[in-house]
């Protein structure tokens, strides 16, 4: 069964940083272009930022780029996204998605994303 769990999220002042996991299982980790969506109180998930299956391509929606980072470690089967100079519009619950597997053209809308987790909720404070 495709598992993908997420963890690292918490309550963080405005300014403060977090880390989020997100560990697959399942899986042939290496096969699968990775993302990051998130989901605030009364709005639609949106993109975040997405990476492909070796981490050669990476792209952030505008509001975090500079801010986040993504990356990955097929090895240990973990996706990351580091959240930097956090604000409050940042809360949210945070989502990690995986592809098809096949080495596919990395997208960013939810459709391209067949496997998600349960998300991990961040919330910042002002």
């Known amino acids: 069964q495709v598992q993908l769990v997420e963890s690292g999220g918490g309550l963080v002042q405005a300014g403060g940083s977090l880390r989020l996991s997100c560990a697959g299982s399942g899986i042939t980790f290496s096969r699968h272009n990775m993302g990051w969506f998130r989901q605030a109180p009364g709005k639609d998930r949106e993109f975040v930022a997405v990476i492909s299956w070796s981490g050669g391509y990476i792209n952030y929606a505008d509001s975090v780029r500079g801010r986040f980072t993504i990356s990955r470690d097929n090895a240990r089967n973990t996706l990351y996204l580091h959240l930097n100079s956090l604000k409050p519009e940042d809360t949210a619950v945070y989502y990690c998605?995986?592809?098809?597997?096949?080495?596919?053209?990395?997208?960013?809308?939810?459709?391209?994303?067949?496997?998600w987790g349960q998300g991990t909720q961040v919330t910042v404070s002002s």
């Open positions: 998605a995986a592809s098809s597997p096949g080495y596919i053209r990395v997208a960013v809308t939810q459709q391209s994303y067949p496997y």
